[in-house]
Nanobody, 123 residues
């Protein structure tokens, strides 16, 4: 079992920046792929960005590519999402997820989710 705790959300003006963090409870964090997902009111949860277990071959949703940067610090068991040039349409609850690569984004066994952190982009 891996517990995940997100932080760093809040209210920001359009064009602003936020940095989300996701702290994992176990050193096994380094063995998992990791990703960020978001869910806006009345919408399905959607993929934002992901990293594999090893290396830095990040994958991004087209809507955030060039504005968001995903990174991980395996020594600190932490996943990050740097969000720049934020837009009102980025408003959502952001969730981190760690899992074996083929289970990332699923609710299958060994796919772990945090409780979410609210990001609101408004003037």
């Amino acid at each position: 079992q891996v517990q995940l705790v997100e932080s760093g959300g809040g209210l920001v003006q359009p064009g602003g920046s936020l940095r989300l963090s996701c702290a994992a409870s176990r050193n096994s964090f380094r063995l998992y792929a990791a990703g960020w997902y978001r869910q806006a009111p009345g919408m399905e949860r959607e993929f934002v960005a992901s990293l594999p277990e090893e290396g830095d071959a990040a994958d991004y949703a087209p809507s955030v590519k060039g504005r968001f940067t995903i990174s991980r610090d395996n020594a600190e068991n932490t996943l990050y999402l740097q969000m720049d040039s934020l837009k009102p349409e980025d408003t959502a609850v952001y969730y981190c997820n760690v899992a074996p690569a083929l289970r990332l984004g699923t609710r299958l066994e060994y796919s772990y989710w945090g409780q979410g952190t609210q990001v609101t982009v408004a003037s």
